[in-house]
């Protein structure tokens, strides 16, 4: 197979060929933001709300953007072309660049913008079918989880953990409620079958994903509580499951070894997910 192709800094060049400065602060700080768009039948999924939610992490760590909205989306089907990309997914980074290591923000530093894309089976993954199994672990992340930073380790670590321990993810979890899990956002399904998750705020990621589930489950009639859970609540829920660009509506069937409802993805999230993908469908550019 040919060498991908990726996106740095206005160029599309073969993945060996890329550079990016060792004192970018991308690299030094993970100082700089990102987004994951998913890609199904060659086309983005529900775009506009990832460059929305990319201009408003960038604008809460002091950056604007280096590239217009249509210059992005450009640029991103110019990279599905190049790669031949038919499903998968598309991440975009933005970093404030290179510039002599120092804490505080250079002036005038130019950003630093990649690109690149990745195969993968995002509509009919076999997972869906048996669902995940997750753990809860303790939150470790900073204060800030609304802004979609590079700084991934906490998280990275939270899925390292939950690996060791058999699992397929973890839920993260602070004060004795579940905060979101190392890359998606948690709901559960109580016995009356509303659906309950976390509310925005500082403590979680404003999920791309998350907002158009919360509307398309309101306009197909089901109740939705924005309220936080415990982990010994979600042992009793009657499904769960989590949400993420890539993995859409994906069930959680067990939780710290407790079998939701019987152990196998339910009618609820099946149906989310079918909504979900239509949507996905209808929001193709
Ligand atoms: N929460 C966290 C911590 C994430 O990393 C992600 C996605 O990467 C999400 C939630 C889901 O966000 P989205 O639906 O926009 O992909």
Not at 53 to 63: C, D, H, T
Not at 82 to 101: C, D, F, H, K, T
Not at 106 to 135: H, M, W, Y
Not at 155 to 170: C, L, T, V
């Amino acid at each position: 197979m040919s060498e991908a192709i990726v996106f740095v800094n206005g160029e599309y060049v073969p993945e060996s060929e890329a550079r990016i400065s060792v004192f970018d602060r991308g690299f030094l700080f993970a100082d700089g933001v990102y987004e994951v768009t998913s890609v199904i039948e060659g086309g983005l999924v529900d775009n506009a709300g990832h460059l929305v939610r990319l201009r408003r992490s960038l604008g809460e760590i002091g950056m604007s953007c280096p590239m217009s909205d249509e210059e992005i989306t450009l640029m991103q089907k110019n990279l599905i072309e190049r790669n031949q990309l038919e499903q998968g997914m598309i991440y975009l980074q933005v970093s404030r660049g290179a510039a002599p290591r120092d804490f505080a923000f250079p002036v005038d530093t130019k950003p630093s913008i990649v690109a690149f894309t990745q195969s993968r089976n995002v509509l009919s993954p076999p997972v869906v079918e048996r669902g995940l199994t997750v753990v809860t672990l303790p939150d470790i992340r900073w204060r800030r989880r609304d802004i979609k930073t590079v700084g991934l380790l906490p998280a990275s670590m939270a899925k390292q953990r939950a690996a060791e321990q058999g699992a397929d993810d973890a839920w993260m979890v602070e004060d004795g409620y579940v905060t979101e899990g190392t890359s998606n956002n948690a709901y559960i399904i109580d016995r009356e079958q509303r659906l309950i998750t976390r509310p925005l705020s500082s403590d979680i990621l404003p999920g791309i994903t998350r907002k158009a589930i919360l509307a398309l489950a309101e306009e197909s009639g089901m109740e939705i509580l924005e309220r936080s859970f415990t982990p010994e609540e979600a042992y009793q829920a009657q499904e769960a499951f989590v949400s993420s660009a890539t993995t859409f509506v994906m069930p959680v069937v067990s939780i710290d070894g407790h079998a939701i409802g019987d152990g196998k993805p339910g009618p609820v999230v099946k149906r989310l997910r079918e909504l979900y993908i239509d949507f996905a469908r209808r929001t193709l550019s």
